[in-house]
């Protein structure tokens, strides 16, 4: 018996850097898993390098939540899919550094402020209240250390992930009355993915993110409701079996 056996779950951002490393860490406890994507040729990447896990759980959907008609597309194929769902995990965002804030033009701070918050916004506006249909339903949202440390030259990260953290903070108040469990997962240092090099033995591993992510989806990692959970480096990851 694996911890998400049966559990309906949506990993938005699943076929990105952390992302792959949560979705491979849901199929192997047990989950089925959808994963939309802007690019199918994203999706089709992420179906072989999950080689080896179950990929009849694994449904893919080429749909993006950055925009309700795109949201509401995914809602739509979710339901006709598993008709409801017990976990979301938005692995929604991405990094740019590139100059001081007061060179940022409006276009690009409009652009990553989308990408890492707008979309945020759009994909608990459409599927928190999916979840809250539950008893016990489950919206992880994951965020980095811009959100805590102002970063030189990433000012539109830093800015759209702190109020991630309050977007968060909203959700949990308006939502107090429902059974839905809202957290954020906010690791504070670079995450070892498929596509970087240079590491540090502390950080974490986007499997090692996915495992955490899978045991607080799974509700067997007591927290705090609508605690932001953070996690600064790999000694403080507990013994996590599979
Ligand atoms: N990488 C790290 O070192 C690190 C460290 C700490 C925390 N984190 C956190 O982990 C999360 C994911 O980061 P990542 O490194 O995996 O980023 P990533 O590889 O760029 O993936 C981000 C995902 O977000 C989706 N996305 C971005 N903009 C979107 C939009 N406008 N509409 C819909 N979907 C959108 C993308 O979907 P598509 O597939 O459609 O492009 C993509 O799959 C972020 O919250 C980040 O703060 C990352």
């Not at 809602?75 to 740019?96: C, M, P, R």
């Not at 940022?104 to 459409?126: C, D, G, M, Y």
């Not at 959100?147 to 959700?171: H, T």
Request: charged residues 20%; aromatic residues 6%.
């Amino acid at each position: 018996m694996s911890i998400l056996d049966g559990k309906k779950t949506l990993v938005i951002g699943g076929a990105g850097e952390v992302g792959e490393g949560i979705v491979r860490q849901f199929l192997n406890a047990g989950a089925t898993v959808v994963v939309p994507s802007r690019s199918q040729y994203r999706l089709d990447e992420l179906r072989q390098r999950l080689e080896g896990c179950a990929l009849s759980r694994l449904i893919t959907k080429q749909a993006g939540c950055g925009t309700e008609a795109g949201a509401m597309d995914l809602y739509d194929f979710v339901l006709d899919e598993l008709s409801e769902l017990d976990v979301v995990v938005a692995s929604i965002g991405g990094w740019w550094q590139g100059d001081s804030l007061l060179n940022v033009p409006l276009r690009l701070w409009n652009q990553l402020i989308e990408n890492s918050l707008t979309a945020h916004f759009v994909a608990a506006k459409t599927f928190l209240p999916l979840l809250a249909e539950k008893d016990d339903g489950r919206y992880i949202m994951l965020n980095g250390g811009a959100a805590l440390k102002v970063i030189a030259n990433a000012g539109p990260i830093s800015v759209s992930a702190a109020a991630q953290l309050v977007l968060k903070d909203v959700l949990v108040e308006e939502m107090k009355e429902n059974n839905v469990s809202i957290n954020t997962l906010l690791i504070s240092t670079p995450i070892i993915t498929r596509s970087r090099d240079v590491h540090k033995p502390f950080w974490l591993t986007a499997d090692e993110v996915g495992l955490y992510t899978a045991y607080l989806a799974s509700g067997d990692l007591i927290t705090v409701p609508g605690e932001t959970i953070v996690l600064h480096s790999r000694e403080e990851l507990p013994v996590l079996p599979l």
